[in-house]
């Protein structure tokens, strides 16, 4: 019971809307993701096209969830590497991107050093598991233009932006005690709370999940690796938990997303109501953590179908994203038992010891 109550507040504290905000906290947060997405997408629309806006608006989601720390200056500094976290792992990915063996071995070393701080300050595992991300997209899309890491960067300072302006209306969010950054470094450098069982059995997962693909001749080899990135974490069966949140709420998302990109075309109207969605996702994660994953999926998943027609990238990308759902996220379970329960004590530390 102590490890889902440290694994609560953990997620809580990561997408900043604690369950007792009050309804102008909640209104600014809405409003603060639709701003920052939208005019993230708008900005990389004019200057960049279908792509542009894709990268620059994705960024802005990505960044706006590193807003982690109790005071306003821990809160942008987290963000500003949450971008560079970002950029630059799209910069490796994409140089590497193509390489026999080259990019699997960038993203398995990201995901070795994402499982080995996984429980280090919210902000340096959040910041770890964006590079690996980041990692993995680039390798998957091989950015060609370097203007698409100009529009990365874009899309991190219009969230920036759009926190100040929500700080501003809704004040600085309540945020869980957390550890200082000092702290936090010790606890990455030593691995305490997730030790090397956890770090190799994640990036094993990661590897699974590529060698999966490339058994299956999936054209678009990293996304499940992405989901496995983004799901697997070192909370035991409280983990298995979120997976399965995740999975169903995915799955949900992908649906709902299909129906939309029936119903709409063209980029900006698609992309507009991902935005929406993203948005709405905030308040749904406080009625139950599959709304709020339904949320996000509708946007990541627009957004990559319009990304995949603006590189001229065809197939049915609905499709995809429930095998890279249903693998993902079996590999992650997997990896979880095998890397074994974590004891409640380590967890507690590591998202509420104060600063």
């Known amino acids: 019971m102590a490890a889902m109550t440290a694994t609560v507040a953990h997620w809580n504290a990561l997408l900043r809307l604690p369950e007792d905000s009050s309804p102008r906290l909640v209104a600014a947060a809405v409003l603060r993701v639709i701003a920052a997405t939208g005019l993230a997408a708008l900005f990389g629309f004019r200057l960049g096209g279908a792509l542009g806006g894709v990268v620059a608006s994705a960024t802005a989601m990505l960044v706006t969830l590193g807003d982690v720390g109790a005071t306003r200056r821990s809160r942008v500094g987290n963000m500003i590497l949450a971008t560079t976290a970002l950029a630059a792992g799209g910069i490796l990915g994409s140089i590497v991107g193509g390489t026999t063996y080259a990019d699997e071995a960038v993203v398995l070393a990201a995901a070795l050093v994402s499982g080995w701080v996984a429980t280090s300050h919210p902000g340096i595992s959040l910041d770890a598991r964006n590079f690996a991300m980041g990692t993995a997209v680039g390798a998957g899309i091989h950015f060609t233009a370097p203007a698409l890491i100009g529009f990365a960067f874009a899309g991190g300072v219009i969230a920036l932006a759009a926190a100040f302006a929500s700080w501003r209306i809704g004040g600085l969010p309540p945020q869980v005690d957390i550890m200082d950054w000092r702290a936090g470094i010790r606890r990455a450098l030593s ?67 299909a129906l939309v990109a029936h119903v709409l075309s063209g980029p900006v109207a698609l992309i507009g109501i991902g935005c929406v969605f993203a948005a709405l996702a905030r308040p749904g994660l406080a009625l139950h953590p599959t709304v709020g994953f339904a949320g996000f999926t509708v946007f990541f998943v627009l957004l990559i179908d319009v990304g995949l027609k603006a590189l001229g990238l065809g197939g049915n990308v609905f499709t995809a994203r429930i095998y890279d759902t249903l693998v993902g996220c079996g590999l992650a379970a997997v990896g979880t038992l095998i890397a074994g329960r974590v004891a409640p004590e380590a967890l507690q530390s590591a998202v509420e010891r104060p600063a």
């Open 191 to 257: 691995g305490e709370g997730s030790g090397a069982r956890f770090a190799v059995c994640y990036a094993l997962s990661v590897a699974a999940a590529l060698l999966v693909a490339d058994l299956m001749h999936v054209k678009e080899p990293y996304w499940a690796a992405m989901v496995v990135i983004a799901v697997m974490r070192r909370e035991g069966r409280v983990s298995l938990r979120i997976n399965a949140q995740y999975m169903a709420g995915t799955l949900a998302g992908v649906a709902i997303a």
